[in-house]
């Protein structure tokens, strides 16, 4: 029991976070609660596989497995301009190289492109260019013409916030662990007691169902959306080997490139399910490796059983829908906060790792202005290109990692 206990701690501490990516996507894209429930569904099943993929044939760490922010961007983009079926695609491709990559030892290789300086600001891109969307989230008037729902709206985002930041900054121990879930709880409790929340989707769902193969329809092979969501690939790469170093170290368990190359190998086979089951990308997941700091309880059967709840869960429909019923302004509260602290991971990496010489701040500056600034291209300019150099072009993540890098070995080259 004790086993299971610590298992569902796991689940608790990765929970907010991993629900929030298909949350925030099945919205950004427009998708009805119905099927935000389907995404959701597939997402934890997913994670569950993943999981375990780690855990035996990967790096065999205890570590987690969840859905990585680093897609957000690239999910949101395909999902609106080429659709879902396309979605899968990306996936498969992307999770098939990622497989291949770490299988032929590959990552040394990548690591020298991605230097902390690259690394540093392409994470600061891919918190700080959802602050639009965070902010939708935040003042949706829940269809309400009239805006009488704008004090409701504000009034539970900002409860949803204070409370994510209160729980951070002021909560020791297991809590610590866990203020995304608690604050989406009090956020979507407000809610109820506001009549904001319709469980109409919930009333209609079974108890119990199997997740779908292939759910949006057979994948699309799109190479405008392969190519973007490549881009979100190697950050998760660069994120994961980051994290099996530290649960190397929390745990006293030796690293080497062999465990590396197969926890990469591991990642990418989980990707292309999720690819197939409809779901969003998967990566290692730090809080869980704060969780097992916290706890001092390395043990891979502990996050084996963490991963078996997860799939139980995917099995409840109703489940599933409770959590697609989450109004926006409980999801704008957390995302505020999350895509912040993301912003700020890129920057305390920059800080720690990075000598702020004249090179490293031209790179740093360039590719922050041109990140942010790709996305606001004119359509009459984008329209000049070919549709697959024009999805580049405005897809802020991908615009800043290429500056970064091409910058930082021009300027190697030079030196």
């Not at 190479?223 to 745990?251: C, K, N, P, R």
């Not at 690819?275 to 706890?295: D, K, M, R």
């Not at 999805?391 to 800043?400: D, K, N, P, Q």
Request: with cysteine; net charge neutral.
């Amino acid at each position: 029991m004790k086993k299971i206990a610590l298992g569902f701690q796991h689940v608790l501490a990765m929970f907010g976070a991993t629900v929030t990516v298909p949350l925030v996507v099945g919205s950004a894209i427009g998708l009805p609660l119905e099927q935000i429930a389907v995404l959701i569904q597939a997402v934890l099943l997913t994670m569950g596989i993943a999981t375990i993929l780690q855990t035996t044939i990967g790096s065999k760490f205890p570590i987690v497995q969840g859905s990585s922010f680093a897609f957000i961007p690239a999910l949101i983009y395909i999902g609106s301009s080429v659709g879902l079926a396309a979605v899968e695609g990306a996936l498969i491709v992307g999770g098939i190289l990622e497989a291949i990559t770490g299988a032929f030892g590959l990552i040394g290789k990548l690591k020298k492109l991605f230097t902390p300086v690259v690394t540093g600001v392409t994470i600061m891109l891919v918190g700080f260019s959802l602050a639009s969307t965070a902010m939708k989230y935040t003042f949706n008037f829940f269809g309400d013409p009239t805006g009488a729902s704008i004090p409701y709206a504000a009034f539970v985002a900002l409860l949803t916030f204070f409370t994510t930041v209160i729980i951070t900054l002021k909560s020791k121990g297991t809590l610590k662990t866990m203020p995304v879930v608690i604050g989406a709880t009090v956020g979507y409790l407000a809610s109820i007691a506001l009549g904001l929340v319709d469980f109409t989707l919930v009333a209609s769902l079974p108890f119990f169902s199997l997740p779908q193969l292939m759910p949006w329809g057979m994948p699309v092979f799109n190479a405008d959306a392969i190519i973007i969501i490549l881009f979100a690939f190697l950050v998760s790469i660069i994120e994961s080997v980051g994290d099996y170093h530290a649960i190397s170290t929390i745990s006293e368990e030796p690293i080497d490139n062999k465990k590396i190359n197969k926890g990469i190998t591991s990642e990418g086979l989980s990707c292309t399910i999720a690819g197939l089951l409809g779901g969003c990308g998967t990566t290692s997941y730090s809080e869980n490796i704060g969780l097992v700091a916290l706890t001092k309880v390395s043990s891979v059967q502990v996050v084996q059983i963490g991963a078996i709840i997860l799939m139980l869960f995917s099995l409840i429909p109703k489940f599933t829908g409770i959590l697609a019923s989450i109004p926006g302004p409980v999801l704008g509260g957390l995302t505020i906060a999350l895509y912040g602290m993301i912003g700020l991971t890129g920057l305390k990496l920059i800080k720690d790792k990075v000598e702020l010489n004249d090179k490293n701040t031209l790179v740093l500056a360039s590719a922050l202005i041109v990140g942010l600034g790709s996305p606001q291209l004119p359509a009459e300019f984008l329209a000049h290109f070919p549709k697959i150099i024009a999805s580049i072009l405005e897809s802020g993540m991908a615009m800043g990692a290429i500056t970064a890098i091409v910058l930082d070995q021009l300027f190697k080259i030079k030196n």
